[in-house]
């Protein structure tokens, strides 16, 4: 390459990013802005009260609240990588976003979901011993263990989300400099890309790939022998309470795995675009506001702390 190759290439490359956001329509953007503020405030205040309960309440300090515990912390911080900047997007003519802090957030992105993806997988684990062997669960669910099954979520996810923002980094970025999104995610940032994607792609298809069919065979597994144990359970109590403590974790892995696979596992057409960022919405914004709810509403534990706590508070 020349030396006026080399000029043309530096002066063309994209220093920074202009997120098109959720919709292009003026009559649309006040409206918007309210109901993701009330979604993020909702979404914080939410996370934060059931880390506080669980850390305040020493009858809510099991395994399976370690593991809530955890939930909620990556759902705050998940939800503070791109809300921000997204409600910007409804009070700014031009919504910017520098190379650099595209490529965080693309990392903090990453290393969040991949994290709330094993953090779940090692739900579904304890849940199987507390029902399966359940003379066994102090000693299989120590917190040694407990700790290192936290310890290799946000380790595959922090390895995760240096392979993918690694890879991207390596691109070249010199046509146009316009994001089809609300935030910095994968897909849309590979549209962008002037140079060849195919090792991007590569390692997207094998670190998803394996992170999904781990998770779920693991989760698939676990709720299997679940199962089985329940149709072998004589007493009709002990199927209902074996249920109750499964029932919180199914409804926030089916939202959690059912909206990223309609947002990333879909036919490439010019009309997938909308549908893509449509439901990224449901795990972006959703899930993070839900999973608080889920886990107090369905929850007597959760319930009985909520009422301690306020008597306290009162008193």
């Known amino acids: 390459m020349t030396k006026e190759q080399m000029t043309v290439k530096n002066d063309s490359s994209v220093s920074e990013f202009i997120l098109m956001g959720l919709t292009d329509q003026p009559e649309l953007q006040l409206p918007l802005f309210a109901l993701f503020l009330l979604n993020y405030t909702a979404t914080v205040m939410g996370n934060l009260g059931l880390m506080n309960l669980i850390f305040l309440n020493s009858n809510l300090h099991t395994p399976m609240y370690f593991f809530i515990f955890n939930l909620s912390f990556i759902d ?14 409804f009070v700014l ?5 520098s190379f650099r802090g595209c490529m965080t957030q ?3 992105f990453c ?27 102090r000693l299989v669910m120590s917190p040694g ?20 923002t690694g890879c991207m980094i390596r691109l070249s970025f010199c046509d146009s400099n316009i994001i089809n999104h609300y935030m910095c995610d994968l ?9 060849s994607t195919y090792v991007n792609e ?17 989760i698939l597994i676990s709720y299997a022998m679940i199962l089985y144990n329940i149709i072998h359970m004589s007493s009709g109590k002990a199927w209902s309470k074996a249920l109750g403590t499964c029932g919180s974790h199914i409804i926030t892995v089916s939202f959690f795995y059912g909206s990223g696979l309609l947002a990333y596992v879909k036919p490439s057409s010019a009309e997938t675009v909308g549908q893509g960022k449509f439901f990224s919405m ?22 009985l702390a909520v009422k301690k706590t306020l008597k306290r508070v009162t008193s």
């Open 282 to 303: 449901f795990y972006t914004f959703l899930v993070p506001m839900l999973n608080p709810l889920i886990y107090s509403l369905r929850n007597k534990d959760v319930k």
């Open 106 to 108: 693309l990392f903090f």
């Open 76 to 89: 705050f911080c998940y939800s503070m990588v791109f809300t921000p900047k997204m409600l910007m997007s």
């Open 202 to 218: 590569l390692v997207s298809s094998v670190v998803v790939g394996t992170a999904i069919i781990l998770c779920c065979l693991i």
């Open 145 to 164: 263990i407990c700790f290192m099954l936290m310890f290799g979520s946000y380790l595959m996810g922090f390895v995760s989300a240096m392979a993918h």
């Open 111 to 137: 290393f969040f979901v991949n994290s709330e993806s094993y953090v779940l997988t090692a739900m579904a684990y304890d849940r199987y011993v507390a029902i399966c062997k359940p003379l066994m669960y």
């Open 93 to 97: 003519e031009r919504n910017t976003i």
């Open 187 to 195: 897909f849309p940032l590979l549209q962008l890309s002037c140079s």
